[in-house]
């Protein structure tokens, strides 16, 4: 009996040393060929880069004290009486139609309780829900739940508990912590007052002070990495590191127990830390070609997926069970538009190149029209916004107009059809056009339409965005 167990501990011991070969921690199918490791960095890149950019964010709003993105610590309601700018750098492509609020939600002790006030008839209003993995789980609001009052449970994967009382819906988080992006519609500068009164009635607070009880034991102190900058995250092999920090909190989900499993392979979301210390300098290539393969898909994807107009935006956000497993989708959503709606909350036709198939730049002039009764079909608002390459932030101008929507629409001049014909183009079109000018930077552009709560003929594409004309 004891040479059976020597024997089996060498066979063990022989396992975990070939597993050390490639990357330190032991797996259930054995060391990866480099090939294989390549494969598979590619694939955990394509399926981590929302989960780490996410991160970055979160880890500017909620956690970095010191930096000028801050905005609260864990669980506390935040407030923007406003709407974005060009000086407002720590997310892609912002909207400046709605100011937001906003929830870190930390959901390991135990679960949050968020009520809403009644908004008025004719408002747009959305509480969007976002895990870890940047899915929208689910949505509060005008569309989803009207606009009446109530309270709503948010709870984590831990939580067992059931309905109480005053609470009209629970709504559980598959990830320990949680994003929730709050966005109140804005009618035009002088409505704000009213903005304000409505996100005062916004409110947060833990599931025991909502019931009078007393709180749980708080939970561990978790040590948050420093994340990447976004140009870091696009080649450095530290966002391995990040993503392997980040699956912590998120527990491996029955779809996806395979792919954890090819992930493990190369020591992401093990037990053991990942340490690029412990690859060999051929794994270590081999991954980086993984990254480089990565973004090369994601090239391929945008040029004749969403640049063609196959796909857009109404693919790319959603649930878990929405995307289905459609992970090159997930991560174009997150580098062309992180915290998206989901398609029946709205949607974005985006203006990457002209009718022509050419890149968009402030070098050119541009006309987008619609044709008499061919606005954006919504049971909300529409509205176009531009934003600058390669940063897909707000461009600054002039006038201070980051986008047309359909409040300015009394402002704006029609053609004499009736249709309305926007100037999208860096120098002034004249002064007789300036009211439906948009101006653009002198370089690189694209533009997002959004169409809040959209009827069915924008859902079945009965109703199509017209084209971007290039005038020169």
């Not at 899915?135 to 989803?144: D, E, H, K, L, M």
């Not at 392979?265 to 210390?277: A, E, N, Q």
């Not at 174009?332 to 538009?337: D, E, R």
Request: aromatic residues 12%.
């Amino acid at each position: 009996m004891l040479t059976s167990r020597i024997h089996h501990a060498s066979k063990a011991l022989f396992a975990v040393l070939l597993a050390l070969l490639v990357s330190g921690t032991a797996h259930a199918r054995g060391p990866a060929t480099l090939d294989e490791v390549r494969a598979i960095a590619k694939e955990a890149y394509v399926y981590g880069f929302p989960l780490v950019d996410n991160y970055r964010i979160q880890h500017s709003y909620f956690i970095d004290k010191g930096g000028k993105e801050y905005k609260a610590d864990w669980n506390t309601l935040v407030n923007n009486a406003r709407v974005y700018t060009p000086e407002d750098k720590a997310i892609q492509t912002p909207n400046s139609d709605t100011p937001y609020s906003y929830v870190g939600a930390d959901l390991r002790a135990e679960p949050l309780v968020f009520t809403v006030p009644q908004v008025e008839k004719g408002r747009y209003y959305s509480l969007q829900f976002i895990d870890q993995y940047t899915f929208n789980f689910a949505y509060v609001g005008s569309r989803a739940t009207g606009n009446e009052a109530g309270s709503y449970l948010l709870a984590g994967p831990g939580w067992k508990g059931s309905k109480p009382a005053g609470i009209k819906s629970v709504i559980p988080c598959e990830t320990e912590y949680a994003f929730i992006l709050y966005r109140t519609q804005l009618f035009n500068p002088e409505d704000i007052e009213a903005v304000k009164k409505i996100q005062a009635g916004y409110k947060v607070q833990p599931l025991s002070h909502f019931l009078g009880q007393p709180a749980p034991p708080p939970s561990p102190k978790v040590d948050f990495i420093t994340p990447l900058t976004p140009e870091a995250q696009r080649t450095s092999m530290e966002f391995f590191k990040v993503l392997d920090f980040v699956l912590r909190f998120c527990p491996e989900h029955p779809s996806e127990q395979k792919l954890r499993a090819e992930f493990a392979r190369v020591g992401l979301g093990t037990s053991t830390p990942f340490s690029l210390d412990t690859l060999k300098p051929e794994v270590r290539k081999a991954m980086e070609d993984g990254i480089a393969d990565a973004w090369a898909a994601f090239k391929e994807y945008k040029e004749t997926q969403i640049d063609t107009g196959k796909r857009s935006s109404a693919d790319s956000f959603g649930t878990r069970e929405f995307l289905d497993g459609r992970y090159i989708d997930r991560m174009s959503a997150a580098v062309l538009g992180i915290y998206g709606n989901s398609k029946d909350e709205a949607i974005y036709p985006a203006y990457f190149i002209d009718s022509d198939k050419n890149k968009l730049d402030g070098a050119h002039a541009y006309t987008l029209r619609f044709a008499s009764g061919q606005l954006p079909p919504v049971h909300a608002f529409w509205s176009l916004t531009l934003y600058e390459l390669p940063a897909s932030l707000l461009s600054a101008n002039a006038l201070n107009r980051y986008l047309i929507n359909t409040p300015m629409l009394p402002s704006l001049t029609k053609d004499q059809d009736g249709g309305i014909t926007l100037y999208i183009q860096h120098e002034t079109p004249g002064k007789d056009k300036e009211p439906n000018w948009l101006p653009a930077p002198k370089g690189s552009f694209f533009m997002a339409m959004r169409l809040y709560w959209p009827k069915p003929e924008a859902l079945k594409g009965e109703w199509r965005a017209p084209a971007l004309e290039n005038k020169d």
